[in-house]
């Protein structure tokens, strides 16, 4: 498990930093490669996913939020 401020990197380029882990709450910096970030739809039952974009452009086939159970796709990262 990655402690907070600690970062991994994919040999694809991506990588994910874990920003918060407090109160109940859980939230990380992720970048994507080009043309990576793809996944089939699936939902959460525990928990309300958000989007934030911090710079750059991103396709996003969901809500910048989305509820429990409700089906979505990740971010696909294209050009824009």
């Known amino acids: 498990m990655l ?3 600690e970062r991994y990197s994919s040999e694809r380029g991506t990588w994910i930093k874990i920003a918060d882990r ?6 990380f910096e992720r ?3 080009p043309h990576t970030g793809r996944a089939d739809p699936h939902y959460h039952l525990d928990f309300t996913q958000t989007w934030e974009v911090l710079s750059g452009a991103i396709r996003l086939r969901a809500q910048p939020a989305v509820a ?3 089906a ?7 050009p824009v």
């Open 3 to 5: 402690e907070l401020g």
């Open 72 to 78: 979505k796709q990740l971010p696909w990262v294209a």
């Open 22 to 27: 407090s109160a109940g709450r859980m939230s």
């Open 31 to 33: 970048d994507y490669a």
């Open 68 to 70: 429990p159970t409700v």
